[in-house]
């Protein structure tokens, strides 16, 4: 199954430099049933120090492309239905994960997700600091759409 931004197909080769993620609606085409998560698009992690190696930070593309969120529900639903029942699109492109943790719950709020049962969503929350939000400002940078 693809995923879809501004009613175009996007692929990997769609990645532009700075983001790092993004925050997602995924509908069940049957339904109508939705849900609104975040995804990196790029892992990082630091492999194991041992007596002969430092650890390093090591930087991956992550499982984006297979990714249908978390929702339970969500997953039944889509190895009951099929993946060609489900429609993925991409909200926004987001250069930090502040940016796409502010977004994820900005939507999440906006829909009141938790409150209508046309959502699976069935929980919400993040941490966010200011800060992390007020840097990407300095750099010019927006919240994409």
Same mark, same amino acid.
């Given at each position: ?8 197909? *996007? ?33 990082? *992690?630091?492999?194991?120090? &041992?007596? =002969? ?7 991956? %593309? ?8 978390? $929702? ?8 009951? +239905?099929? =993946? ?5 699109? !991409? +909200?926004?492109? #987001? ?5 796409? $943790? ?6 999440? !709020?906006? @829909? ?8 699976? @969503?069935? *929980? %919400?929350? #993040?941490?966010? @600091? ?6 990407? @400002?300095?750099?010019? +940078? &927006?919240?994409?759409?």
């Amino acid at each position: 199954m693809t995923w879809y931004f501004k009613e175009k197909e *996007f692929k990997i080769e769609d990645i532009e430099e700075g983001v790092i993620g993004f925050v997602y609606l995924i509908t069940n085409l049957k339904t109508e049933r939705k849900y609104i998560g975040k995804k990196r698009l790029i892992r990082s *992690f630091k492999t194991r120090a &041992t007596k =002969k190696k430092k650890a390093k930070r090591v930087k991956e %593309i992550s499982n984006w492309m297979d990714y249908y969120g978390s $929702s339970a529900e969500l997953l039944r639903d889509i190895e009951f +239905l099929g =993946k060609e029942n489900f429609r993925r699109d !991409i +909200l926004y492109l #987001c250069a930090s994960f502040a940016e796409m $943790s502010y977004l994820e719950i900005k939507e999440q !709020i906006d @829909n009141e997700v938790l409150f209508r049962e046309d959502f699976y @969503n069935k *929980f %919400i929350g #993040c941490r966010i @600091n200011a800060n992390h939000l007020k840097l990407h @400002n300095k750099k010019n +940078l &927006t919240l994409s759409q």
